[in-house]
């Protein structure tokens, strides 16, 4: 049926001029059967040929419609037919450029029959594009791989500026970082040993092996192994053909063996000093490798700096010991120069200073001798005066016993015991009871004095008056004690973890000793005091004493208002070593407060309200004042540097605040917007980029340019000139103090295909 159908739209003139041949000649027919009054049958069709033979002309009628109604269709056809192949071509086409547009550049095209000039101008698009493709790809993975070796040429050299001064915990960190940056399994750090010139090695003093540090010792010997080749020949040595014993530490999760193994020596100015070994899964390129040479020769000249201090300080120590050596030797000699000399004047020498001595001591401290059953044998006038006598022979009969309390008695008989016996010297604090009973405090040193033959001759008694300041001490101790019966108190650290505690504590805040460990001062209070509380304790740790109210947690998160006076204690080198936290228990006192201020006027609250913030702001504006002064010099200098750093990049870089002002603008940068770094510094990131793309009531940053950190993107910039250029954009965002600074990192990638 279709193909009767196609046959009939084929030769549609053909059937209709036939149809009308036929109608005319049977009309003509009719029309001369009527002339010659003829009826229409075949008789009369046959008498009228007879008569009339130009009547067989009318027959062929038909015939010749037929012929021209074929060759309209003949006509028709051909036409229908070219624009149909026209439609297939143009198809074709289409179907070439769409793909083309996707990025498929190796579909074949079939060629057209005739239009040879658009098959090559098609062909010659798709190669165009194909190489411009290549091209770009090859070129951003150039880009890549130089972004990649240079964060990683900046990162490593951080490391290096950072521990320069300790070579394990910079050769971890190191080998550390390597590993992760390398994406690997396993690194070690090896370095030449040659501490010893007779015994020199090659030794393993980092090792970092499936996220976790790995505390191995290995020694290779010189010229072994493939670490011991490295470093023997100076040269690198790749391998992708590992042997299967060669790794000994594994994942716990098999047994696998690396892919590759690189080893690097660290060398400089043709010196070695150790090598990196990294094993991985995976094979590295060629700017891998290099990027690792270029950081070992980094760690290289860091390590000879490092070495080459400690033998400085090695040779400067060894040059001042023999030159304290030859001064010592210098000085024996003339000591012995003048020995002689002074043996003939020592004597006289030792008299005046004994006497110079003995008078010094009789001026300053009390002395007494007592021989070894305590009986006075002498006694200073200080002494004499201290125990209430005005003159010595009043002493006369009396023993060291007889001016020791009756209750200290037994103890200090074992002091003596030891003392007659010459077993150790004494020193401490000593009560004696003067003349008329009151007490008197001596800090006190006796000393066995011994005769000739070893013996225990008689015991020296010095000593200082301590009475007043132990009477301080002992009336100290006691508030103290009666501080504690009353109050709340407790010791924290400078990080203020809890070290010491009452029982008034413990009942206060409800705390069982054992919930106390490892708890810090900043776990007592509310949480709607700790701000308050952080900066206050910031005065204390500098050495500020605090005196306030303050709301406290107990165990169960009851509220309860303390009374406190803190302060710091300072030890001997006015360091602070602890916080002492003395506090009342004021809660109902407080409560009471409160609902008084509840009833007071809200015109005096707001009041109070106000004078409280404006204090509260003039302290955070000094403390920013503070930390500003001292921040800015060091931000200057690393801002400075990196700038200068910056500034020599290929790539452009822009630096914006959080408001979206410029701060940086590279030379790179001055290129490719056409604009010199003066006009666009304090002006605002929306002067980069056409304006169709922000929003003029919204942030720049959070509506457009937010979107592109972290990742790398393709966008439109404008130029000075009004131009739009197809760029890539990398942001990278950096915190400090709570400010957020953007880097901008763009690369021009406008290519023209024709």
């Given amino acids: 049926?279709?193909?009767?159908?196609?046959?009939?739209?084929?030769?549609?003139?053909?059937?209709?001029?036939?149809?009308?041949?036929?109608?005319?000649?049977?009309?003509?027919?009719?029309?001369?059967?009527?002339?010659?009054?003829?009826?229409?049958?075949?008789?009369?069709?046959?008498?009228?040929?007879?008569?009339?033979?130009?009547?067989?002309?009318?027959?062929?009628?038909?015939?010749?419609?037929?012929?021209?109604?074929?060759?309209?269709?003949?006509?028709?056809?051909?036409?229908i037919e070219c624009k149909k192949k026209f439609i297939r071509e143009e198809d074709k086409i289409l179907k070439f450029i769409d793909k083309l547009k996707t990025g498929y550049v190796n579909n074949e095209y079939l060629k057209m029959e005739q239009d040879n000039k658009l098959n090559d101008a098609l062909l010659s698009l798709r190669d165009n594009i194909a190489r411009n493709k290549d091209e770009e790809e090859k070129r951003r993975k150039e880009d890549n791989q130089r972004n990649w070796t240079t964060e990683g040429l900046a990162k490593f050299g951080e490391i290096l500026r950072l521990n320069n001064d300790n070579v394990d915990l910079l050769s971890y960190d190191i080998i550390y970082n390597l590993v992760k940056y390398m994406k690997a399994n396993q690194g070690g750090f090896f370095m030449i040993n040659d501490d010893h010139t007779d015994d020199k090695y090659i030794e393993l003093i980092a090792c970092f092996a499936y996220e976790k540090k790995k505390y191995l010792t290995k020694r290779i010997e010189w010229g072994e192994g493939l670490v011991g080749g490295a470093i023997f020949e100076m040269d690198t040595i790749y391998m992708t053909e590992v042997p299967q014993d060669y790794v000994n530490i594994t994942s716990g999760l098999g047994e696998s063996n690396p892919s590759s193994i690189l080893i690097v020596p660290l060398k400089v100015n043709n010196i070695v000093y150790g090598a990196i070994e990294i094993a991985s899964f995976k094979t590295y390129e060629t700017?891998?490798?290099?990027?690792?040479?270029?950081?070992?020769?980094?760690?290289?000249?860091?390590?000879?700096?490092?070495?080459?201090?400690?033998?400085?300080?090695?040779?400067?120590?060894?040059?001042?010991?023999?030159?304290?050596?030859?001064a010592q030797q210098e000085e024996e000699m003339r000591q012995n120069m003048e020995e002689l000399q002074a043996i003939q004047e020592e004597a006289e020498k030792q008299s005046k200073l004994l006497e110079t001595f003995t008078d010094s001591v009789n001026q300053t401290l009390i002395r007494a001798d007592f021989n070894i059953?305590?009986?006075?044998?002498?006694?200073?006038r200080k002494f004499i005066e201290k125990l209430g006598y005005s003159e010595g022979n009043q002493l006369n009969g009396k023993g060291l016993f007889n001016f020791i309390d009756a209750k200290d008695k037994t103890l200090f008989l074992n002091v003596w015991d030891d003392l007659k016996n010459g077993k150790e010297n004494f020193e401490g604090d000593i009560k004696l009871i003067r003349k008329d009973s009151k007490d008197l405090w001596t800090k006190a040193n006796m000393t066995c004095i011994l005769d000739k033959d070893g013996n225990v001759e008689k015991v020296l008694f010095l000593g200082i008056d301590t009475t007043e300041q132990k009477i301080k001490d002992l009336d100290f101790h006691s508030q103290i004690k009666a501080l504690e019966s009353s109050a709340i108190k407790c010791e924290f650290d400078i990080n203020g973890k809890l070290e010491n505690y009452n029982d008034i504590f413990l009942k206060t805040l409800k705390y069982d000793p054992s919930e106390l460990s490892y708890k810090r001062i900043f776990k007592f209070i509310a949480p709607e005091e700790l701000t308050t509380f952080n900066k206050v304790w910031e005065d204390i740790i500098v050495g500020s004493n605090y005196k306030g109210q303050m709301k406290f947690l107990t165990s169960n998160d009851k509220e309860v208002w303390l009374h406190s006076t803190i302060v710091p204690i300072k030890d001997i080198y006015g360091e602070i070593s602890k916080i002492f936290l003395i506090a009342n228990d004021v809660t109902e006192q407080k409560l009471l407060e409160i609902e008084s201020l509840k009833q007071n006027e809200e015109l005096k609250i707001r009041d109070e309200k106000l004078k409280q913030s404006q204090v509260e702001l003039a302290r955070k504006l000094q403390e920013t004042k503070e930390e500003m002064l001292l921040q800015f010099k060091e931000i200057e200098n690393i801002k400075i540097k990196n700038e200068r750093i910056l500034e020599g990049f290929l790539d452009a870089i822009v630096s914006f605040n959080s408001k979206g002002i410029i701060e940086f603008f590279n030379k790179a940068a001055e290129d490719i917007w056409e604009t010199k770094k003066e006009e666009v510094i304090g002006e605002s990131m929306r002067m980069l980029f056409p304006s169709d793309v922000y929003d003029d009531d919204k942030d720049i940053i959070n509506d457009y340019l937010r979107s592109f950190i972290g990742t790398r993107t393709e966008v439109n910039i404008k130029t000075k000139s009004g131009e739009l250029i197809s760029v890539l954009i990398t942001i990278a965002e950096a915190q400090l103090n709570k400010q957020s600074t953007y880097s901008m990192f763009v690369q021009n990638i406008s290519v023209e295909l024709f």
């Fill in 1 to 79: 049926m279709k193909i009767l159908e196609a046959s009939i739209k084929n030769y549609v003139f053909t059937l209709v001029f036939t149809f009308i041949g036929l109608l005319i000649t049977y009309f003509s027919i009719l029309l001369a059967l009527f002339t010659n009054k003829l009826g229409f049958s075949a008789n009369n069709l046959i008498l009228l040929n007879q008569q009339n033979p130009f009547i067989a002309f009318i027959y062929i009628f038909p015939f010749i419609f037929i012929f021209f109604g074929f060759v309209l269709d003949y006509h028709r056809n051909k036409h």
């Fill in 287 to 326: 700017f891998e490798i290099e990027l690792i040479e270029r950081l070992a020769e980094s760690i290289a000249t860091t390590i000879s700096s490092v070495k080459t201090n400690v033998r400085t300080a090695k040779l400067l120590m060894e040059s001042q010991d023999q030159a304290f050596k030859m």
């Fill in 373 to 380: 059953n305590g009986e006075f044998v002498y006694a200073n």
